[in-house]
């Protein structure tokens, strides 16, 4: 009797604790949903892409452009800046400062791909991450007031990897 009791009331109990950390996790990913991850959360799965964006594109290094003019910018200014040299600013698990949050202090792969974190939950599910781009997706940035002429053909891969 007495067994049988404790045994249902443990049983019980691992099942309610079983249930709270899938709720925990569960929790977890539906807040993560369409968070900016940074490009060094996509370097183990995409070497290639990484490396070339690291060695050759200059976004690589944009947050710099911007710091090495800091002392001559207002705070508004300075936050203009991070509109376009830095990734996911203001955004869900987006650049805030190059203290807080230095892997996200240049314009990174979801500066054009979108935000990364759902596709590598999804063990790299292709249909959640912004695999073909248009231009439209590059002129947020290059935009007519930064580029006289921006032609989008070799540019569109130019400026990746
Ligand atoms: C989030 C803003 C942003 C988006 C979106 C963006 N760029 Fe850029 N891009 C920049 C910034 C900032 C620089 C300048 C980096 C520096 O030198 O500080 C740059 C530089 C470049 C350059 C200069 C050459 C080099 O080697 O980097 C090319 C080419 C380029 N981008 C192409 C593209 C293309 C093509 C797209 C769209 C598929 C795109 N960019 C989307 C911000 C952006
Ligand atoms: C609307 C998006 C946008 C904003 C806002 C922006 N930039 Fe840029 N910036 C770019 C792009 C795109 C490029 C590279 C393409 C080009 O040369 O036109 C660039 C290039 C640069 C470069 C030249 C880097 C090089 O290697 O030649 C510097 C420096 C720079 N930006 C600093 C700044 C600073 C400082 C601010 C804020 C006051 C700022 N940018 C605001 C998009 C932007
Ligand atoms: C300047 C914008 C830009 C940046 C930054 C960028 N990509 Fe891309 N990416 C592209 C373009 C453009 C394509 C080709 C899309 C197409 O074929 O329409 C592409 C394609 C890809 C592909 C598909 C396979 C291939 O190579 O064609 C992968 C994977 C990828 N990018 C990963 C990354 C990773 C990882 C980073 C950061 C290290 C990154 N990208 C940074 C623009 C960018
Ligand atoms: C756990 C491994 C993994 C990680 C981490 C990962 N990816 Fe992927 N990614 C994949 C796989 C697998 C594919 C599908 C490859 C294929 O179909 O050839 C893919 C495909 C892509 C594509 C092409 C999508 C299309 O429409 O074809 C892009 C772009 C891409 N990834 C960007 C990124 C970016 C940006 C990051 C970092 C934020 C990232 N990936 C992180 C595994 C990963």
Known sequence: MEFSYLCKKGCLACVAAALFFVCIQSAAVVANSGR???????????????????????????????????????PSELKECYTCHVTGYGKPGGFVSFEET????????????????DHIEAD???????????????????????????????LLYGGAH
Do not use: W
């Open 102 to 117: 230095p892997a996200m202090a240049d314009a990174g792969c979801e500066a054009c791909h979108g935000p990364g974190y």
């Open 36 to 74: 900016y991850v940074g490009s060094d959360a996509c370097a183990d799965c995409h070497e290639e892409q990484y490396e070339n964006y690291k060695k050759f594109s200059k976004k690589a290094h944009s947050g710099e452009s911007v710091k090495i003019m800091a002392g001559d910018l207002t």
């Open 124 to 154: 790299g599910d292709p249909e959640l991450i912004k695999g073909t781009l248009q231009v439209s997706d590059c002129e947020t940035c290059h935009n007519a007031e930064r580029v006289a002429a921006f032609d989008y053909k070799p």
